[in-house]
């Protein structure tokens, strides 16, 4: 009895998994249909608001195997405003679609990353409904990024503070130049996150770290993170786009669709008990068996060549 009632809920798991694969891999080849069919925009957009230009906040182009999203509000150290927040999202569109773009780089112009929320802009819509709309905003495009399909590389160019540092913890991996600072810095203004930081930060390097850089609103040089385990390598100032790109390079020669399930796989296991995720981990794998990709990597190794695949 007990056996039949523990395959019954086997075969009920592997029945939905295989029917979240299927329908990933349906709207994953629409977006390519999609992609195909329009005409393809320039790269380093301008976004439009209403009839008018505004400053050009977000910058985006596809090169080397990846899309480049780079804030670009230097001046204002990279602060996150509406039309930002806009920019990456409208990013993140164009990227998930391009079979051409494997993993997405976010980084910034100037001497920060992100210094996090527009505080003037804030302080303008303070006591309105525009701030609740603005953090609903915000905690949308962390929620986003952190579930993107692809890998998300963080390349930190340099001051990492509050929505910066939120940003950053959405991220998979995340290189640091040497002369980067992290922090939440909230603490310093009287406010409180609003985009995943008090959840995400201690997931990341325990609770007792993170309570301590929230707590003090402490900036702390990129190089105390690496052990931490929120950053995966600091580099000289002028080597990060260098390194970053070396990053994608290894990336963009593996399988797609294995990246894509394997990420997915890390995520949600983190959520689950571990037998849970023991056993989604099986029937996922099981999944994967029946994919062109593992038949190219599997034929390659036999013929001694460096496999050749196509993402599905």
Known sequence: MIYREVRSIFV???NLLYSKLINQTVMENTHIDLFQEKTES???KSIMRGDKMFEQVVIQEVRQGAM???MNRPDAMNS????MLQGIDSALDEAQGRPDAMA???TGTGRAFCAGADLKYVHTQAGTEATGDFLQKVLATMNRLDHFPKPVIAALNGITLAGGLELVLCCDL???ARSARIGDAHANYGLLPGGGA???LPRVIGATRAKYLMFTGDFLPAEDFVAAGLVNQVVDD?????ATQALVDKISKKSPLGLRRMKALIDDGLQQPVDTALRLELLASEAHAHSADIREGLTAFNEKRKPRFSGH
């Open 42 to 44: 320039s790269n380093n």
């Open 174 to 176: 995340v290189l640091a």
């Open 80 to 83: 996150l405003t509406p039309e």
């Open 198 to 200: 008090s959840v995400r």
């Open 12 to 14: 009920i798991e592997r």
């Open 238 to 242: 002028d080597q990060l786009e260098a």
């Open 68 to 70: 480049w999203i780079r």
């Open 104 to 106: 997405v780089v976010l």
